[in-house]
């Protein structure tokens, strides 16, 4: 690579590094800086801001939250915070029920995905290798395709007169269209669709590694496959469940895009009453409260988990 | 799981996956308006997209911005992830750890909304960002696909051979020279499939994007959430089917690519 010879040789490097080197810096506390810098800017000052204004109250005025600070009659600053926001949320219980109802969703397409993710992971990991690289490939290929335009082929196939209604009219299963659109089952079945690969990876790269001797010992040792599968397989391939399921549970949880377009009115989902707040009732302190409960709710227990399974790795 | 059971389920799981797909790919050559009610070939929809200004419009603006945060995000991801590995001792060491691999796990609400409302309040105090759009678009964009690329740098940096930074070292490379001679030429693969996996990323974004771009940059994303809020439309099947082809063949000539180079190793 001559471009990184010309970069070390040359002089204005060199002089740079000089003046750098006057400063106190070093080249290595620059490459620390820079994504230091850039994350501490754009990703967690954003919390802060979002606590304060969580405190604010909505007014019509640009912007449209009461200030922090404000001078008092007397001169001195006074700080203007009240967690009225926060009551707000607890006495209400269309905020409450969201919580819940975003928790048990989330939950519900998470065993589905592993439901159906299991058995595909397992067929893909004990598949010869041509094979096994062409069904992985297949398993990927729709990741890579537009998510909303995913969501959007399943507005096509749920509706009353959609693909699903009319094939089945036509076999003369039903007469009349069954509900499917804007209904909870079309939620789940979003959710699962959209995240399936995401239960498959971790799944698959965790029974690649299943050692085959054991299986064999297993059913030496007189048990029957599915004694194998429940005993042996399944147990050992807990790491893998677990992280399928994280990977599916958490963005299930603040989903917006897939209640709002497959649910109903009644399609009670924390991430849409987040959005509605934000830009139908335009109450920004309020959408910051229920953003900054739905961190402590949901993102918090998973970080603590990461951080324990981080420290366990590291010991 | 033996005998008929795995390949049946397996068998319906695919279909799962691609049935809506390619019902998708079909329908947009329907003559008909009613999206799943067959009325004849045609191709009409596919011109009345060519004609659609605004789809045009925001498709650019979703590729200038993919295009940018991609580029930004495998610089930061890169520089985070590579600090991460090779410095083991420095102040803020845990907080970078964090701050890199929170985006990750942050709901696209959350982050969404406490941009905005960083990006506000800088306007309001500092002056910049003067107003939203695709810089702020771009800056959110940055932030969220930097934690992917910094994950799969991380993974390829740990896995490679350390001896070979050692050995330019010892014959008396400079940091930077080894980094740009050595590391950088072996970890390439690795920040090409990031790149391309925060391009496509970005490109998918409609909640973040949503929030912090102002009016004036609509992001394709955002064209087709307000077209099919209102229900289905022939000509998003069009879009639909157009970047399903633009997926497939680079997906075939990355696959033809990675072949030919595993070939000339053997």
Not at chain 1, 271 to 291: H, Y
Not at chain 2, 15 to 42: E, K, Q
Request: proline share 6%; net charge neutral.
């Amino acid at each position: 690579m001559s471009a990184g010879n010309a970069l070390t040789r040359s002089a204005p490097w060199r002089g740079t590094a000089w003046m750098m080197g006057k400063l106190g810096l070093s080249g290595r506390s620059l490459v620390i800086a820079i994504p230091m810098l850039w994350l501490a800017v754009f990703f967690l000052a954003p919390f802060f801001v979002l606590g304060r204004i969580s405190l604010a109250e909505a007014i019509i005025a640009r912007p449209p939250y009461t200030p922090f600070f404000d001078r008092a009659p007397d001169g001195s600053l006074e700080i203007l915070a009240s967690f009225e926001n926060y009551r707000f949320l607890l006495e209400d219980a269309l905020y409450r029920n969201a919580y819940l109802s975003s928790i048990r969703i989330a939950l519900v397409s998470t065993l589905f995905a592993l439901l159906i993710g299991y058995p595909i992971a397992y067929y893909i990991a004990r598949a010869p290798e041509p094979k096994r690289s062409v069904l992985l490939m297949m398993v990927i290929l729709p990741f890579w395709t537009s998510f909303l335009l995913r969501v959007y082929a399943w507005m096509g196939f749920l509706r009353s007169n959609g693909v699903i209604n009319n094939t089945l009219i036509s076999l003369g299963i039903i007469d009349s269209p069954i509900q499917m659109m804007q209904t909870d089952f079309a939620v789940y079945i979003g959710i699962v669709y959209t995240y399936l690969p995401f239960m498959i990876l971790p799944l698959y790269a965790n029974l690649t590694k299943l050692d085959g001797a054991l299986l064999e010992a297993a059913s030496d040792l007189g048990a029957s496959p599915m004694v194998t599968f429940f005993t042996v397989t399944l147990p050992l391939s807990l790491p893998g469940i677990v992280a399928g399921s994280m990977l599916v549970f958490i963005p299930a949880i603040g989903e917006y895009v897939i209640p709002a377009l497959l649910g109903g009115p009644d399609t009670l989902m924390i991430g849409r009453v987040l959005w509605d707040e934000f830009f139908s009732s335009r109450d920004w302190p309020v959408a910051s409260a229920v953003a900054i409960v739905m961190l402590v709710l949901v993102v918090a227990p998973i970080m603590w988990l990461q951080s324990v399974q981080n420290r366990r790795e590291e010991t | 799981m033996r005998g008929w059971f795995l390949p049946v389920t397996v068998t319906l799981g695919f279909v799962f996956l691609y049935a809506p797909i390619i019902s998708l790919v079909v329908f947009s050559f329907n003559d008909s308006r009613l999206v799943t009610v067959w009325g004849g070939f045609s191709t009409r929809w596919y011109g009345e997209l060519l004609r659609d200004r605004q789809i045009l419009s925001s498709a650019w603006v979703s590729l200038q911005v993919a295009f940018a945060s991609a580029t930004l995000s495998v610089v930061i991801g890169t520089l985070g992830a590579f600090v991460l590995t090779r410095f083991s001792r420095f102040t803020g060491r845990l907080l970078l750890t964090g701050m890199i691999t929170a985006p990750l796990v942050m709901p696209e609400v959350i982050t969404g909304l406490s941009l905005l409302l960083l990006f506000v309040s800088m306007e309001l105090t500092l002056g910049w960002p003067a107003g939203r759009g695709l810089t702020t678009i771009i800056i959110a964009h940055t932030t969220f696909c930097a934690a992917f690329v910094a994950v799969i740098a991380q993974s390829r940096l740990r896995s490679m051979d350390e001896s070979l930074e050692e050995a330019a070292r010892d014959l008396g490379a400079g940091p930077v020279r080894v980094f740009f001679d050595i590391t950088l030429p072996v970890i390439a693969p690795a920040l090409v499939a990031g790149w391309l996996l925060a391009f496509t990323l970005s490109l998918d974004d409609l909640v973040i994007a949503s929030f912090v771009s102002g009016p004036g940059a609509s992001t394709l994303p955002m064209v087709i959430f307000s077209k099919i809020r209102l229900g289905v439309s022939p000509d998003v099947n069009a879009l639909a089917t157009i970047i399903i082809g633009f997926v497939l063949v680079a997906v075939l000539i990355a696959g033809w690519m990675m072949r030919r180079a595993m070939r000339k190793e053997m």
